[in-house]
């Protein structure tokens, strides 16, 4: 699913409208909405006819959109309430409403808000700024508060439909119907969470001229793109992993990491960290080899601590011309620039630290700042967290992994993590693939086993999970 910016979407307006608009775009989307709003209520109440819509009414097309909606429902029997409570309504929007038999009232004549069936949140689109004034805000919370399920018309009001912030009061959507294109925002948290069930209602819009800002994968993509193995494939062209990882103190870290590669599907892991990690791994994985050999994707960097020797370890790395990982402490020893060819993976914190701006700066707007880490590294650039996002040199669009649930991030997943990238990485594939496939296998596998499992639990999971992918064929 691709996703596209704010001015993408006027452009894509502009050329799909010609010279005037004559409305036939918002009556393309007032169509879909009504239509999406008719199978709500059918679900939610088992009638259309004689149902109850509240319809809250910004000052932009926005309100027109839901105006026109509302108009298309009340001539269906939908007895439809509309209420302004930003500027001026759209005023033909509002002329449809209510020569189809739709009423207007003032919020002051607003009560009993639990009467209404669903509420449509046509309040702000994409003019808006992310935010709702405290009057609105306490509105659209009574609304919650009575139960009533809002359909937010094109995105919730109130998020920032280019990054996916909420720095302010936003509606949160049961359904949200957007037209045209899917937006940044609904794709990013915390926006994301704002969105509920996301409908694209198609209104004309040719894509073809925009590169996407974001590009989402989901699990059907994953398994398809997998590198499964052909077969007559050995054991190097499935991939050799050479994990540096973990430290005296942080041993732990270098036994995860190793549980991903391994876990992941590489060919063979050889580990190179710590003694005090060995004794684990040979007795859990037996197949782990100690020796230094022949490798085809480094990890490196995962629960270092401090090292000593840090910065000409990873220097060595990369001279060798082999891909890599190079993970959370290890971030602090990279060379200025580095290859596309090397995936960095930092979550926000570290991410921050590399960019030398505060956390927040990262949190507000990670799909900038993704970026700027390829900028700043030359590498590509794997933002952890719960929407984890992927951005490589020469492309400007973002690979958005497969979300997971919120119990994947526990201390040592991204060590596991690390570990399913580099076998992704080590079968040939590059930086960028390894890190959409990687972090959505953790993510589909921890949807599939719900529950606070440690990181090394999921990482067999995740075998499981491309053993069940294998066995459907999806490859
Ligand atoms: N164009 C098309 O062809 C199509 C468009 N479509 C629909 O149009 C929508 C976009 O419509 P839009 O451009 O009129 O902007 P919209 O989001 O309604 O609001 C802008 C108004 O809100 C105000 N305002 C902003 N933030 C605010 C805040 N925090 N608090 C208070 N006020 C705030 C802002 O005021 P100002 O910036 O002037 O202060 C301005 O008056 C789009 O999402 C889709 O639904 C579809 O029909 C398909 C065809
Ligand atoms: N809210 C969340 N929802 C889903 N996955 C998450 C969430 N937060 C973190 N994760 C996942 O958990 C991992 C945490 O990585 P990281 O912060 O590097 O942990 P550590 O360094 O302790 O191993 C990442 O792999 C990320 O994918
Ligand atoms: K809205």
């Known amino acids: 699913m691709q996703a596209f910016t704010v001015e993408q979407v006027r452009r894509m307006e502009r050329a799909a409208m010609g010279p005037e608009d004559d409305g036939t775009l918002m009556q393309r989307a007032a169509a879909g909405l009504a239509a999406v709003v008719v199978e709500a209520l059918r679900t939610r109440v088992d009638r259309v006819y004689g149902a109850r819509v509240l319809v809250l009414v910004g000052p932009g097309n926005n ?28 005023a033909e929007g509002l002329a449809a409403l209510l020569a189809a038999g739709g009423r207007r009232l003032e919020r002051a004549q607003l009560s009993a808000l639990g009467a209404y069936d669903l509420a449509l949140d046509g309040i702000l689109g994409i003019g808006g700024r992310p935010g709702l004034p405290d009057d609105v805000a306490d509105l659209v919370d009574r609304l919650a508060d009575a ?19 909420v720095p302010g009061a936003a509606v949160t959507a049961a359904v949200t119907v957007t037209f045209g294109v ?25 894509t073809s001229a925009e590169e996407p800002e974001l ?20 054991k190097y062209a499935k991939g050799v992993v050479g994990v540096d990882c973990g430290s005296e103190t942080y041993p732990g870290a270098g036994i995860m990491a190793t549980y991903g590669a391994v876990h992941g599907g590489a060919g063979m892991v050889r580990f190179l960290g710590p003694e005090s990690a060995q004794t684990v791994i040979t007795t859990n994985l037996p197949d782990v080899v100690f020796a230094p050999g022949r490798v085809q994707a480094h990890l490196l960097g995962s629960g270092w601590g401090d090292r000593a020797d840090g910065t000409q370890a990873v220097a060595d790395a990369v001279a060798s011309e082999v891909p890599g990982v190079l993970d959370a402490d290890g971030l602090r020893y990279r060379p200025e620039t580095m290859p596309g060819t090397w995936l960095l993976t930092p979550h926000a914190g570290e991410l921050a630290r590399l960019l030398g701006v505060e956390r927040s700066e990262v949190e507000d707007d990670p799909l900038a700042a993704v970026r700027a880490g390829v900028g700043r590294t030359g590498a590509t650039v794997l933002l952890k967290g719960a929407t984890q996002l992927v951005a490589r040199p020469g492309t400007r669009t973002v690979e958005l992994a497969v979300p997971g649930p919120a119990w994947t991030g526990r201390a040592g997943s991204g060590d596991t993590l690390g570990g399913l990238c580099a076998a992704v990485l080590a079968a040939g594939r590059p930086a960028h693939e390894a890190a959409v496939l990687g972090a959505s296998l953790q993510a589909v596998t921890a ?8 990181p090394h639990a999921l990482a067999e999971r995740c075998a499981d999970q491309l053993g069940a992918w294998w066995q459907e064929g999806r490859r």
């Open 63 to 90: 309100g027109g959109d839901a105006l026109w909606a509302g108009a298309r429902l009340a001539r269906r029997g939908v007895r439809v309430d509309a209420v302004g409570v930003l500027g001026t309504p759209h």
């Open 215 to 234: 590009d989402a994968w989901d699990a059907a993509r994953v398994a398809a793109a997998w590198p499964w193995p052909a077969p007559q494939s050995d």
């Open 447 to 454: 949807a599939a086993h719900p529950g606070p499992l440690p």
């Open 182 to 206: 899917v937006k940044v925002g609904h794709l990013l948290e915390p926006a994301r969470s704002r969105t509920g069930r996301l409908v694209l209602v198609d209104i004309g819009l040719d």
């Open 147 to 165: 139960d009533v399920p809002v359909v937010a018309v094109d995105l919730p009001s109130g998020v920032a439909a280019d990054t996916g912030a």
